[in-house]
């Protein structure tokens, strides 16, 4: 093989995903921006952004982001109980990492009509009351009067199916945690308590780090268990462009909630790289 | 059976020069160990006359033949990796089949030069295992056996012996000498194991920062280093460097002695007109005495290091230290005052300025 | 058993119950009588278990279509990402060259964006090319999930198999395509097995992109959304079991590699 041929070999190899990566990502980024601040005429305008601005968006982004402020530390926190009782090694982990791992493979989708099954109105949750004889008559959960029961159900949803995701990412973190420092800490007397405190989750940090971006920015696409479970009574910004894109037909203005969507979670995800910083790890 | 011929040869990573102008001419049936530091470019020789890396300048010829340009087939060796790279997903057997194999020899022979290789390594018990049912030593007995079944004009080997632990270290290497002595197939083999060098080469090639330092048997390289690197790198404890003003009179100086060369010795001094020059001398070739010779210089013992039937002895000399390897019967101790005399015959003068032996 | 291990099987059990409870329910839902999910008061389990609400969703109209369409697009998918996925791994697993750390950051940044919402810019885009409403589309945004993770995980499966071997083919005879064939390929391929399955679990889940770029050709998720305002519950619980059931089958075939694909996206 010439030395010519073998130093472009590796260009070679990238280019179909480098020129995917252009059309299918670049490309629609760019035009999404564009149609966001245009007319159908083609004029640059914000009127977009002014007419999707009122009460049911300023309702979208409020339950958009209480969504994400209860579900992720909920997340955060299980995700790591899950991963430390995976680590302990015990008789019958390996099934219980796999049972824990299973929703990683089911759709929002499925995920919600599951959770409807539960909720709705002659649903297991009910069914089950009435059988422990808690109740008589089934009560209703999922209603446009109660927006706090809904916004429960839906969080619930979500951590049931999301969990796994972050658990899967802090878990190989967890393991890579050399022994040593481990055995360090126990040389110098240190609690369970203390270890967890002062090597385990310091050493996480950069794991953690990587599992709320990736979670997060799920979050902020997350649309199927709202609309199983809520309909239009809980808008959140994802459910809020699918709307207007198919209700409306208007696609600057559906470009105009999407760079909004893209805004706010890069905004998130900076706010993680910066507050999340390690000093001895990128 | 082939010679190797390196020419001119280069090789840069980016601003690394891994190797630089090395020539190099192996002959056939030669076993020749190329040694140096790690990061040396060992490795990086290696590959290039394997042609896993193409050179960047100079010329590669395998019994005359041309092969710079040529693709690692067709130039007819076979080599041995550091972590061996035995397939996981083949048996023995096929480990040492595959080089066949893709030369399109018949199953019978196959099967025959096999058998016939195994034995040879000492592993036809294990032709059917898969890799991650051997040990290390196991494992590189079935590189080894993969790459003679193809019956190389030369073989690469790169620090084959590094993974495996002390003991079968020794044992492996006396195996492998006597392997290559019958089979007398040309070898390049690497080490930064000094020892391992002295006592494997036919010659050795001892290289630092990409070049050639010295080529030259192992008593050579030993006794007649070519420069300070050499006699630095080759022998243990290390050979001991002084740094010595050379005075009127044929004597250098020592601290406050000087100390009296041989005739030849000066004579070698005088034709380069240097001044300052490096007194090599190894550890072996210095006695040490409680009361003061002719031409013996004085120095305090610091450490003492017992090293099974004889000391290392650490002195300081003018604030230098120096070691000295000496019998436990002479009652040592440390922060005595002594003399030390240096064997005339056995010293290296080396020019400061260039770190060239000058004898 | 010391009171610490104790703690953590219990702890072990009540998580494997919020796990699997859930799927168990709709797995009795989906067998459930269809009358007897509207009846008050009802048990547990039904009267009797039968198929009727499955057969009958399999049967509606649009179900066995949107079926072909989401097989066809996760197996497009799967094929794009494997494509794109596998030679720019093995570059980047076994060459040095200009451009590297951009490559592999501008892959890393595909995470840090809700790729789903790039959907609507696309409905345009795609509009322009004509491939609006089509398996095709479909199949390309579901590639853009996909192959960021193709890349990565080939990537870490390629670097885990040492080029020694490769070489050791080279020097006995092999060219570079049949040194790979012989010596890496075999190696990988339990893990493109893997990475394959992976991209088909994320196009087949997949629902806001389908959904919007899509009216007539949906595939199922797309097609349980549209109907969702207009359905009845049996509907509903058989095609979410009927959508569960290639996944656990799926996630049981890769779970002893689950651990390590999902290792590497930390990288
Ligand atoms: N593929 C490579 N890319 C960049 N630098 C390399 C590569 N291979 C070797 N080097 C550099 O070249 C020098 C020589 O390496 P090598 O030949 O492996 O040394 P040795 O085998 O003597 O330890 C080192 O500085 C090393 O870092
Ligand atoms: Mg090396």
Redesign the interface.
């Known amino acids: 093989m010439s030395p010519k041929r073998q130093s472009l070999l590796p260009f070679f190899l990238i280019l179909p995903a480098v020129i995917f990566f252009l059309i299918f990502f670049a490309l629609p980024l760019i035009s999404g921006i564009q149609t966001a601040f245009t007319t159908p005429e083609g004029e640059l305008t914000l009127a977009n952004f002014e007419k999707i601005y009122g009460k049911s968006f300023i309702k979208a982004v409020f339950n958009t982001l209480s969504l994400v402020a209860i579900i992720i530390p909920i997340q955060l926190a299980l995700a790591l109980v899950i991963a430390l009782l995976v680590n302990t090694r015990l008789f019958g982990t390996s099934k219980f990492l796999f049972i824990c791992a299973i929703p990683i493979a089911l759709s929002e989708i499925v995920a919600g009509i599951i959770w409807l099954s539960i909720f709705t109105e002659k649903g297991y949750l009910n069914v089950m009351l009435h059988t422990l004889g808690f109740l008589k008559q089934p009560t209703i959960y999922l209603s446009y009067e109660k927006p706090a029961t809904l916004f429960m159900t839906i969080a619930l949803t979500e951590i049931w199916r999301a969990t796994a995701i972050v658990m899967l990412i802090i878990l190989p973190g967890l393991q890579m945690i050399h022994k040593d420092y481990f055995d360090t800490a126990d040389i110098f007397g240190a609690s369970r308590l203390q270890k967890l405190r002062y090597v385990t989750l310091p050493m996480l940090k950069p794991t953690i780090r990587t599992s709320l971006i990736i979670r997060t920015v799920l979050a902020f696409q997350m649309f199927a268990p709202v609309l199983v479970l809520a309909g239009r009574a809980f808008p959140v910004l994802a459910s809020e462009t699918y709307r207007i894109q198919f209700f409306t037909r208007n696609i600057h203005l559906a470009a105009a909630y999407a760079l909004i969507i893209m805004v706010i979670s890069t905004a998130f995800v900076l706010f993680y790289m910066r507050s999340l910083r390690t000093r001895w790890s990128a | 059976m082939a010679e190797v011929r390196l020419e001119n040869v280069c090789k840069s990573f980016g601003d690394v020069k891994a190797v630089d102008n090395i020539s190099l001419h192996v002959k056939d049936g030669e076993f020749i160990v190329l040694l140096g530091p790690s990061g040396c470019g060992k490795t990086t020789t290696l590959r290039c006359v394997a042609g896993l890396e193409h050179v960047d300048e100079g010329k590669i010829f395998i019994d005359e033949r041309d092969v710079t340009n040529l693709p690692p087939a067709q130039r007819g060796l076979s080599m041995v990796f550091q972590s061996y790279a035995v397939f996981p997903h083949m048996t023995v057997f096929d480990n040492i089949a595959f080089g066949l194999k893709l030369r399109k020899a018949s199953p019978d022979q196959i099967k025959e030069r096999v058998k016939e290789v195994a034995s040879l390594v000492q592993i036809e018990d294990l032709i059917d295992r898969y890799p991650y049912q051997l040990s290390g030593g196991q494992r590189q007995r079935v590189a080894l056996a993969r790459a003679l079944a193809v019956e190389p004009k030369v073989l690469l080997l790169d620090e084959p012996l590094s993974n495996l632990d002390a003991a079968l270290r020794l044992q492996m290497r006396a195996e492998l000498k006597l392997l290559q002595k019958k089979s007398k197939v040309t070898t390049l083999y690497v080490t930064h194991d000094q020892v391992e060098a002295m006592s494997m080469g036919d010659r050795i090639a001892i290289i630092r920062n990409g070049s050639l330092e010295q080529v030259d048997t192992p008593e050579r390289v030993f006794n007649h280093p070519e420069n300070t690197f050499v006699g630095n790198f080759i022998g243990s404890p290390p050979m001991n460097m002084l740094e010595c003003d050379v005075v009127e009179g044929g004597s250098i100086a020592i601290g406050n002695f000087t100390y009296k060369l041989p005739e030849s010795v000066v004579k070698a001094i005088r034709k380069t007109k240097t001044s300052r020059v490096i007194l090599g001398i190894r550890p072996k070739n210095i006695t040490i005495t409680k009361e003061k010779r002719k031409n013996a210089f004085m120095a305090k013992i610091g450490v003492i290091e017992p090293i099974g039937e004889e000391l290392v002895v650490n002195l300081t000399v003018d604030g230098k230290l120096l070691r000295v390897i000496a019998s436990p019967s002479q009652d040592l101790r440390m922060g005595e005052k002594v003399w030390l005399t240096p064997d005339t015959r056995k010293i290296h003068i080396f020019d400061k300025k260039t770190g060239k032996n000058l004898l | 058993m010391k009171k610490q291990?104790v703690i953590?099987?219990i702890?072990?059990v009540i998580?494997?119950l919020?796990?699997?409870v859930?799927?168990i329910?709709?797995t009795i839902?989906t067998f459930t009588p269809r009358l007897e999910?509207?009846?008050?008061?009802?048990?547990?389990i039904p009267s009797r278990f039968t198929s009727d609400s499955f057969i009958s969703f399999a049967q509606s109209y649009g179900v066995m279509n949107g079926l072909k369409n989401s097989i066809t697009v996760a197996v497009l998918t799967v094929i794009?990402s494997l494509?794109?996925?596998i030679?720019?791994g093995?570059?980047?697993s076994?060459?040095k060259?200009k451009?590297?750390s951009l490559?592999t950051v501008?892959?890393l940044t595909?995470?840090?964006?809700?790729?789903?919402?790039?959907a609507?810019?696309?409905?345009?885009?795609y509009m322009g090319l004509g491939i609006y409403d089509s398996i095709l589309g479909v199949a390309?945004?579901h590639?853009?999930f996909a192959?960021p993770f193709a890349?990565l995980i080939s990537h870490s499966i390629f670097a885990s198999v040492?080029r020694?071997?490769e070489?050791?083919?080279?020097?006995?005879?092999?060219?570079?395509l049949g040194a790979f064939r012989?010596?890496t390929l075999?190696?990988v391929a339990p893990g493109i097995a893997a990475i394959a399955i992976f991209a088909f679990?994320i196009s087949?889940?997949?629902?806001?992109a389908a959904?919007?770029l899509t009216l007539h050709n949906r595939t199922l998720?797309a097609l349980?959304?549209a109907r969702?305002?207009a359905t009845t519950?049996d509907f509903?619980?058989a095609?979410?079991f009927f959508?569960?059931v290639p996944?656990?089958v799926?996630?049981?075939i890769i779970?002893k590699r689950?651990?390590?694909m999902?290792?590497i996206?930390?990288r």
């Open positions: 291990e953590c099987y702890a072990m998580i494997s919020f796990v699997l859930p799927i329910l709709i839902g999910l509207y009846k008050w008061p009802r048990g547990l794009f494509l794109i996925g030679p720019a093995y570059s980047l076994r060459f060259f451009g590297k490559f501008g892959v595909t995470r840090m964006f809700p790729i789903a919402i790039l609507v810019p696309l409905v345009k885009i390309f945004i590639t853009i192959f890349i040492p020694e071997f070489e050791v083919a080279m020097v006995l005879g092999c060219s570079r012989r010596t075999p190696l679990i087949w889940n997949e629902v806001f959904t919007l998720p349980i959304v969702l305002e519950l509903l619980f095609s979410a959508m569960l996944c656990l799926f996630i049981f779970r689950l651990l390590r999902w290792g996206i930390l």
